[in-house]
């Protein structure tokens, strides 16, 4: 907008001085010439013309013979009259009509701006979100909720109006009206496991943020459709969770860390969860979440980690022959610091690996230190130990030190 101004007031300067100047100059004599060199110089150009038309084919050639014979004998008269040059006369200054204009114009535009523009545009912008886009008003939101809704009393059969509905109710934070528009969704569109949770987590919020009874059943159709379901996961463990049953939680949480990077928020969140739960049925942090996968543990005593590394098939052929496989180990307590790391050519897979303190970053580091750890595995392109974009990597459950037959699968790219 600031823009827009300047521009306005350049412009509105610049036609102002176009007027103003004649109006601000003194009396003077201007020589213009005679009459005849005038009369000369204006037969001069219409005969130009005249030759312009005869070359386009306007005039054949007897009439352009005619009409040239005419200019020439005016050309003779005009020239033989004579005729002493002539003075034009600049007419003096007028500093009132100057004032008027200088003071008016102005005064027009904004008047016209005001009444025929968009002056609402000069205010301040509206609130922007975090992404910085417009941010949408609770307003703006109502009316059109409140248009929404009523044009779905004509047409009920519109799944995506209903869901569109819900969500809007749910951004007002009106979850009685939201489930209710969710529930006519779900029951117009194909299934989703997406669409279920967000359900859900609507219908908990409308019974005072509680998911007993019908928020759990809704979450057990998500999980039907779609079992890795993140946000379906995650309120599941948090149902159980409320009802005190706390392995249950601890699996359906520990599920998720197998499908978010491990160095996420997310996965830092989940972290506590499950350590929060384990401290309440008396468990050791880390360790009750490994029991589903600890087998008999490894020779050479528990501060060592082994299983196997293998390539999923969606990148088979994919990796140079020069490339590094790099397999370390971090604690579960969200450092992303190697405890323990091998290094071999990214050629040799499935690789069976096995990490110890001799593997160590550094002194004070080592696996010993931790009591359970995530395995990853990473093929470096360049054969630096940092991820680079285009590298493969994968990464295990958290296991106990001991376990012998961890799978650590490379099955995503680094972005």
Known sequence: ??????????LTLAVLALLLYPLLLKERKQHVGSASELSITVLR????????????????????????????????????????????????????????????????????????????????????????????TPQQIQGMADKLAERLQSNPDDGEGWLMLARSYSVLGR?????????????????????????ADVVAMAQGRRLAGEPEKIIARALSIDPRHIKSL???????????????????WRTILTLVPPDSQAAQSISNSIADAERRIGGVPGVLAAAPVAVPKVAGGPATVAGTVTLSPEFAGKVPGDATLFVFARNT??????????????????????LDDSMSMAPNVKLSSAKSVIVGARISRSGDALAK??????????????????AVNIGSIVK
């Open 389 to 406: 974009p285009g590298d493969f990597e994968g990464y295990s459950v958290p296991v106990a030190l001991g376990v012998g037959n961890v």
């Open 1 to 10: 907008m600031t823009a827009f101004v300047i521009l306005a007031v350049v």
């Open 175 to 199: 979850y009685p009206e939201s489930a209710a528009a969710f529930g006519r969704a779900t029951g117009l569109l194909p299934p989703n496991a997406g669409l279920l949770a967000d359900y």
């Open 45 to 136: 150009e219409q005969l130009g013309e005249l030759d312009e038309q005869r070359k386009s084919g306007l005039l054949d050639a007897r009439l352009f013979d005619e009409e040239q014979a005419e200019l020439e004998r005016r050309a003779i008269e005009d020239g033989t009259s004579g005729g002493s040059a002539a003075l034009a006369v600049v007419p003096a200054r007028k500093p009132t009509l100057a004032a008027l204009v200088g003071v008016g114009l102005p005064a027009l535009a904004v008047g016209l701006y005001l009444w025929l523009g968009s002056p609402d545009t000069m205010k301040p912008q509206q609130a922007t979100d975090a992404a910085g886009n417009h941010a949408l």
């Open 333 to 354: 307590d969200g450092s992303r610091i190697p405890l323990a790391m091998a290094r071999v050519n990214g050629a040799k897979l499935p690789y069976a690996f096995k």
């Open 234 to 252: 995650a309120l599941s463990g948090t149902a159980a969770f409320e009802r005190a049953d706390y392995a249950a939680a601890i699996r359906d």
